[in-house]
Each structure stands twice: as structure tokens, then as C-alpha cells.
């Protein structure tokens, strides 16, 4: 069964501090992996998807990586500012029903 | 320019008055996915539809049932509803199942009174 972990539960930084979330799953049978932000009481918009096939993705000032055989990946946010402030999912996507496993989150708090 | 539309937003049932949830779809996928995500948990799928082939969670209460009348909308039904269910429910397509990212809707926050 996948089991997804992100690290820290919470992180409060200064803004303009560059910083990596991170990302551990159990199997590393996937098709993809899915970074997500969520604002309180919100849905889930989706910031970055890896295929399995490859190792990093970039959008602006977000770059995630994936090292699929050490069932790890790292969000990494630079110049972080205030409007970054919000819960970041990690999901993992594998398994015969190709469901997205979900990890708990982190609780990004960036401060002005 | 919506993409994936829940509604509604936000919804209040009393305890075991039977509820639906509706979802909707504009980008034509052939999957679409019932997530639960219970406060400060991870989202947790429920079922999901492949085209009208219907896949369910082994741990999927039977009180939860879904409907697909078409390939544009996706219906979530909860018979009875208990102070348990209260939740964000998110609906999420798929334009095949495997390795296509998944888009998610606003959700619908459950209270259940």
C-alpha cells in the first residue's frame, strides 16, 4: 500500500527566504507525481506534474524534482512571498486503479 | 473558462436526510474522481468513473454512491449522512487513467448537522 510523507508538517519563513519542501512515497511503481496548493477552506490547484520518466519541473519561481528510486521529491520555492502562504500537497499517482495518494501537507507561512 | 465546477459550494444537510453533490466538466476527460478530505487530513478517493465503468474504494462506506448520466457530469450521493461526513468532497477528471495529471474542482465543504 502507498504510503506518502511530507516534511515539515509546518515552515514559517521570512519572505524573500528560498526554501524546499519535501516529499517521501513507499512504492516507487508510479505514473506521475502532482504537487498541489491548497488555501484554507479552498479546492486544490494543481502547481507541477512529473511523469515518472523524468526528474524536475519548472513553473516560475517553483521547481520540483523527483528521484523516483529513492522514493523522493523536493518543492523548491524561490523569493517566497506572502501569497505563498498556504498548504502544499504532494500525490503520488501508481497502483492498478491509478489513484492519487495523498500526503498530509505542509503548512507553508511565509511572513512579510 | 471553468474548467471542473462543483456545486454547491457550500452545503448544510441535517443528520441522515439523504444529500447529493453535483460535479461538472468541460474538458471532455473520460475519468472523473470523488475525493473526501476531512479536516486537516489528505484527501482520500472514494470512487472513481472510467467512461460508465465504475470503480469503487474496498473501504468506500456503502453509504456513498455516485451517478455518471453522462460524460459532463458526475453526481456524488450520500444516503444518510452522519456527523462523520462532514468534509470538503472534491471532484477531480482525468483524461485517461495512468499518467494524466488530474484537475481538481473548487470542492464542496459538507456540514452535517
Known amino acids: 500500500k502507498q504510503e506518502v510523507t511530507q516534511i515539515p508538517a509546518a515552515l514559517s519563513v521570512p519572505e524573500g527566504e528560498n526554501l524546499v519542501l519535501n516529499c517521501s512515497f513507499t512504492?516507487?511503481?508510479?505514473?506521475?507525481l502532482q504537487w498541489f496548493r491548497q488555501d484554507p477552506g479552498k479546492g486544490l490547484t494543481s502547481l507541477l506534474l512529473i511523469q515518472s520518466s523524468q526528474r524536475e519541473q519548472t513553473s516560475g519561481r517553483l521547481n520540483a524534482s523527483l528521484d523516483k528510486s529513492s522514493g523522493r521529491s523536493t518543492l523548491y520555492i524561490a523569493a517566497s512571498q506572502p501569497g505563498d502562504s498556504a498548504t502544499y500537497l504532494c500525490a503520488v499517482n501508481g497502483g492498478s486503479n491509478y489513484k492519487l495518494t495523498f500526503g498530509k501537507g505542509t503548512l507553508l507561512t511565509v511572513n512579510p | 473558462d471553468a474548467m471542473v465546477i462543483q456545486n454547491p459550494r457550500y452545503q448544510v444537510t441535517q443528520f441522515g436526510k439523504p444529500v447529493t453533490l453535483s460535479c461538472s466538466q468541460t474538458?471532455?476527460?473520460?475519468?472523473m474522481y470523488w475525493y473526501q478530505q476531512k479536516s486537516s487530513q489528505a484527501p482520500k478517493l472514494l470512487f472513481h468513473y472510467y467512461d460508465k465503468d465504475f470503480n469503487n474504494e474496498a473501504d468506500t462506506p456503502d453509504n456513498f454512491q455516485s451517478r455518471r448520466p453522462n460524460t459532463s457530469f458526475c453526481f456524488l450521493d450520500i444516503r444518510s449522512p452522519g456527523l462523520g461526513d462532514a468534509a470538503m468532497y472534491l471532484c477531480?477528471?482525468?483524461?485517461?487513467?495512468?499518467?494524466?495529471?488530474?484537475?481538481f474542482g473548487p470542492g464542496t465543504r459538507l456540514t452535517v448537522t
Open positions: 474538458l471532455n476527460h473520460n475519468v
Open positions: 477531480a477528471t482525468s483524461r485517461d487513467p495512468g499518467g494524466d495529471e488530474q484537475y
Open positions: 512504492d516507487s511503481a508510479i505514473y506521475n
